[in-house]
């Protein structure tokens, strides 16, 4: 799926090409989108809301206030919560209402408070296209940074030929497609990310284990594929599942197997991410059968593991990235400091146990990045997912 998780609001208009939105909800929806559809007033005499919403999933927004339920459709919220806005198909008046501003529609409104990529796909008669104020109206909406959809030339609704049909919903759905993907900043970019605990088997029932949820490296990995990443997530035991068509999950239990599946893996990517909460001890033996209190000796003699961000950081290459993560509950800066050199990381995110809402068992995080400089940054306390924008960010600055 070429849209996976991309937010779009779909404003539809009134022209005759409103039925063409039909059909680009459903490529739209088949590719992963989400997709919340606005309609001005006279776009319902071309097509049903129930079409529409019954498409999208979603109940289409028409009008400033719910007469129903008496609350009102916040056309900033939706601004906001877009990663694409597109107006098709876009009548004459809509295009000049949104080049001068005119906000007497939710549709406007709506585009007026957007901050993402805003396409137009115009539908009209050719002389209206054709006209001084439409083609006025369009070169401004390109000034204001938004995408044309030029429109085809044929038998238009008029009976007349020429240029005026609104694009094939075909011929827009590659264009929002390669939209997203130039936009995207890790193109082609191969990662490996580790995540969650190691399990370290004492006997067949018992093993020493700790409490890492696995979300931070999930967010991690989740955001890099947004970014066009082929990722492989390297995990521990956790109840967590990649969602993502371009995350392929390497499950281990133990922290001598994802030793093993990073260190195989590692050659062949550019970035990788130490997020997982390795196990630094692992009983020396294991115990066939289970050990009984009765001829228990109170000993249990633990071995160290080895250390897979120092292996990594040993075999790294110049073109390759190794960022690394510390949880540390005093002399923060300093232990994340000794660790971003001693195993070779371009840089280290810590989180300290002492930040409320930090930590394994949180959805928020509280981070602060050191890079090979000694460059700090702090950040404050967030989502994970929004932690996990803040790294992949700062890694796309090393690249
Ligand atoms: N790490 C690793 N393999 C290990 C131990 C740690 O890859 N066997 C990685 C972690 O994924 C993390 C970083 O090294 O990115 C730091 O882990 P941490 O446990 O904080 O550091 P340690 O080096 O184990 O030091 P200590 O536990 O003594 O603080």
Redesign the pocket.
């Known amino acids: 799926m070429l849209l996976e998780g991309k937010k779009i609001i779909l404003g539809v208009t009134g022209s005759i090409a409103a039925y063409k939105a039909a059909i680009l909800i459903r490529l739209l929806v088949k590719e992963g989108a989400k997709v919340k559809v606005v309609m001005t007033p006279s776009s319902k005499e071309f097509i049903t809301p129930l079409t529409l919403s019954t498409l999208s999933g979603s109940p289409v927004m028409s009008e400033f206030f719910n007469q129903n339920s008496g609350d009102w459709n916040s056309h900033v919220d939706l601004g906001l919560w877009a990663d694409l806005m597109l107006v098709a198909p876009a009548s004459a008046s809509t295009i000049s209402k949104m080049a001068n501003g005119i906000a007497d529609n939710l549709l406007i409104t709506t585009y007026l408070s957007a901050r993402c990529p805003v396409m137009v796909a115009p539908a009209m008669d050719l002389d209206m296209l054709n006209h001084k104020s439409t083609k006025d109206n369009l070169s401004k909406l390109t000034n204001f940074g938004n995408f044309i959809i030029e429109p085809a030339t044929g038998e238009l609704a008029s009976g007349l030929i020429g240029k005026g049909r609104m694009e094939e919903p075909e011929v827009i759905l590659n264009k929002i497609i390669d939209l997203f993907n130039s936009k995207k900043k890790l193109k082609s970019k191969r990662v490996l990310i580790?995540a969650g605990p190691t399990f370290e088997q004492i006997d067949p029932v018992r093993f020493i284990g700790n409490y890492s949820s696995g979300k931070m490296g999930f967010e991690i990995a989740e955001e890099m594929a947004n970014q066009g990443a082929d990722v492989k997530l390297i995990t521990g035991p956790v109840s967590l599942k990649a969602n993502h068509t371009s995350i392929e999950t390497i499950a281990v239990k133990s922290?001598s197997e994802?030793?093993n599946e990073?260190v195989k893996h590692f050659q062949n990517v550019d970035i990788a991410?130490?997020?997982?909460?390795?196990?630094?001890f692992t009983p020396k033996k294991v115990e066939l059968e289970k050990i009984k209190k009765d001829n228990f000796n109170n000993t249990i003699e633990l071995v160290?593991?080895?250390?897979?961000?120092?292996?990594?950081g040993r075999l790294k290459k110049t073109n390759q990235i190794l960022?690394?993560?510390?949880?540390?509950t005093h002399n923060e800066s300093v232990?994340?400091t000794k660790?971003l050199i001693?195993?070779n990381?371009d840089f280290?995110?810590l989180n300290s146990l002492n930040d409320k809402g930090a930590g394994f068992s949180f959805d928020t995080n509280k981070i602060t990045i050191i890079d090979k400089s000694n460059n700090i940054e702090h950040f404050e306390l967030k989502s994970k997912a929004e932690v996990a924008t803040d790294i992949v960010n700062k890694i796309c600055k090393l690249l």
């Open positions: 580790t922290a994802m030793y990073c991410v130490m997020a997982a909460a390795v196990a630094d160290e593991t080895k250390d897979i961000a120092a292996e990594l960022i690394g993560f510390a949880l540390e232990n994340a660790k001693s195993k990381l280290i995110v």
